[in-house]
């Protein structure tokens, strides 16, 4: 399998072309550094992302505050993140950068408020 990827590490977006199997590269070309690689390896391996959302609070001006992961979630694992805090209500007030789930699905990741 092939899979052409940009990288986002640094400003130049090199093109990546990657080739393996699931759960192996065999080849990685295009890449300008090491750094452009690595994350051309972890995107064709196993992608992760930044989650941002919101979750229902009681007590504030708004039905909904915004929140984040605190790293990277496995891409694959989005959605049933989503269900999670979708059922996830907190009180009002919170503090930026406060934890309202922690190790979501035993990632290691906690979901943060973005605001006060």
């Keep these: 399998m092939e899979k052409k990827i940009t990288c ?3 400003p130049v977006g090199c093109e990546i072309t990657v080739t393996g199997d699931t759960g192996r590269v065999d080849k990685i070309e295009g890449a300008q ?4 690689e ?3 390896q972890e995107e064709f391996i196993d992608p992760k992302r930044i989650l941002t959302t919101t979750v229902k609070i009681k007590g504030y001006s708004l039905p909904v505050i915004s929140v984040r992961s605190s790293k990277p979630v496995p891409k694959r694992l989005l959605f049933d993140c989503m269900k999670i ?4 209500e907190v009180q009002a007030p919170v503090t ?3 934890v309202v789930i922690e190790n979501i699905l035993d990632t290691g990741v906690d979901i943060i408020t ?3």
Excluded: L, N, S
């Design 114 to 116: 973005t605001k006060c």
């Design 33 to 36: 550094c090491h750094r452009g």
């Design 96 to 98: 930026m950068g406060q």
């Design 8 to 10: 986002i590490v640094c």
């Design 85 to 88: 805090i979708k059922e996830k």
């Design 38 to 40: 690595d994350y051309a």
